[in-house]
């Protein structure tokens, strides 16, 4: 039989059994550090066979090192057990806020059942049936994440390359080769993703600058939001086709600072200005920022502007403070005002200045 792969995702999370946890779109557990006990019994996973075995569970696991993770494991051909003089939903059972812990225990731990403590990579070698019984177990205060949890069950394709005779299950030379095979899996289950990971939409953030700097675009610093990042890589062949332009520079802008900026050209201004450009200015180029920004941010956003504006021109970056006072780098109508005089009666503790007047 092919193998197959059960990825633990956010849905089958949400109808399964938690306490001590919170989980993130991603399928993620965090445990809270203000509690001792973190435990999730996983909905049953169904095998759709009689008799089904299972092979590998894997999943992702950094915790404290006080923290220790405990996995419990158990596989029937039943939906229900018989408790007492009741039949009840093994399902049902487990994933009950009514139902205490000690209880749930004891049905995983009954006879087949399988207990793991400090792995995060096991093989459930000896577990036969359809439906697979999980609960994944932290105990210990701290942080940390469990997550990426995939369950394998199928034939193990090392173990088909040998004679029957040596293919008896759970045997030490089974578990030996399984250690080869399962490292093959995980290269032939990152080859899969190879696509998701070269896709900007949905690889890592950690990738994005890689990625950017393929397409000769530096984006170190750490200036940029993950979000907006993931947008300017995204446009990075279409912007470097406009490199050079006004619209090139508006669309950046627009991306890093979500919000449009102001864009003035020298050669534009001449005739607006009682000094016209000379011949050495006529390629500058001035960005009004409304966005308040760090030192630090100014000169990585200038940086990142000056990667696709033409050789021989000039950029300079200015940012509009709240009210600005009217001089030689305000242009009015644009987020400008004249400052008012102050009034002040001359004596011997008062001072003037450029905007102090004396009153009749």
């Not at 849905?11 to 509690?35: C, H, I, T, W």
């Not at 998701?196 to 950690?206: F, I, K, N, R, T």
Request: glycine share 8%; charged share 30%; proline share 3%.
């Amino acid at each position: 039989m092919p193998k197959t792969v059960y990825s633990i995702k956010l849905n089958r999370l949400k109808r399964s059994y938690g306490e001590g946890f919170s989980m993130d779109e991603d399928a993620y557990l965090y445990p809270d550090e203000q509690v001792m006990t973190h435990r999730l019994y996983i909905g049953r996973i169904d095998g759709a066979d009689l008799d089904a075995e299972w092979g590998r569970l894997f999943m992702h696991a950094s915790l404290a090192e006080e923290q220790v993770l405990y996995i419990y494991a158990y596989a029937t051909n039943e939906r229900n057990i018989r408790l007492g003089e009741e039949e009840v939903d093994i399902d049902a059972f487990l994933t009950s806020e009514n139902v205490s812990d000690k209880s749930k225990k004891l049905l995983l731990t009954q006879e087949g059942g399988l207990r793991f403590v400090g792995k995060h990579d096991v093989l459930l070698y000896g577990l036969k049936g359809r439906y697979l019984h999980l609960c994944i177990e932290v105990i210990g205060e701290g942080g940390g994440s469990v997550g990426g949890i995939r369950v394998e069950r199928g034939s193990d394709q090392f173990m088909e390359a040998f004679p029957e005779i040596y293919r008896s299950g759970n045997e030490f030379f089974h578990r030996y080769i399984s250690v080869f095979n399962s490292l093959y899996n995980d290269f032939d289950g990152n080859i899969d993703r190879l696509p998701e990971l070269l896709d900007p939409a949905e690889c890592p953030d950690v990738l994005l600058p890689v990625y950017a700097g393929w397409l000769g675009i530096d984006v170190q610093g750490d200036f940029i939001p993950p979000d907006a990042l993931r947008v300017l890589v995204s446009e990075s062949y279409a912007l470097n086709r406009m490199k050079g332009t006004k619209a090139c520079l508006a669309r950046i802008l627009d991306i890093v600072l979500d919000e449009p900026a102001i864009i003035l050209e020298a050669n534009q201004m001449r005739e607006y200005s009682e000094n016209p450009a000379s011949e050495d200015d006529i390629f500058d180029v001035t960005v009004l920022v409304k966005k308040q920004l760090s030192e630090n941010e100014r000169y990585q956003l200038l940086y990142l502007l000056e990667q696709f504006v033409p050789v021989r021109c000039n950029l300079k970056l200015e940012i509009f403070r709240d009210s600005g006072i009217l001089d030689n780098r305000v242009y009015l109508d644009m987020n400008a005002q004249v400052a008012e005089l102050d009034h002040a009666s001359l004596d011997e503790f008062i001072g003037l200045d450029a905007y102090t007047i004396l009153e009749e």
